[in-house]
């Protein structure tokens, strides 16, 4: 059974930094790709960053092209999104993903979902 547990969520002040963290169980990083979503009140779910396990690449969306940076540790099994200067629009419900293919962005094609750990950014 593969199980996502995000954690690092909290309330921060624009400027400030996060690092989340992804724990996966039951899906190792050589099965294929792991990566971050976040759902804003209202919003869709959006594709943030992912990481693939083929060939080492990352993806970023534009608007946190510069800020985020997405890492893993494969003995701990765990993938992590830096997150620095932040800003009031990057509060919302950050998701960990995983999916058996290379990295996408696209919520449908993702296999495995964590529960989510929340982000507030206040002003």
């Known amino acids: 059974e593969v199980q996502l547990v995000e954690s690092g969520g909290g309330l921060v002040q624009a400027g400030g930094s996060l690092r989340l963290s992804c724990a996966a169980s039951?899906?190792?990083?050589?099965?294929?790709?792991i990566g971050w979503f976040r759902q804003a009140p209202g919003k869709e779910r959006e594709g943030v960053s992912c990481i693939s396990s083929s060939d080492n690449s990352a993806y970023y969306a534009d608007s946190v092209k510069g800020r985020f940076t997405i890492s893993r540790d494969n003995a701990k099994n765990t993938v992590y999104l830096q997150m620095n200067s932040l800003k009031p629009e990057d509060t919302a419900v950050y998701y960990c993903?995983?999916?058996?293919?290379?990295?996408?962005?696209?919520?449908?094609?993702?296999?495995?979902w964590g529960e989510g750990t929340l982000v507030t950014v206040s002003s």
């Open positions: 993903a995983a999916r058996f293919l290379r990295c996408s962005n696209f919520v449908k094609d993702m296999n495995y």
């Open positions: 039951g899906f190792t990083f050589g099965d294929g790709a």
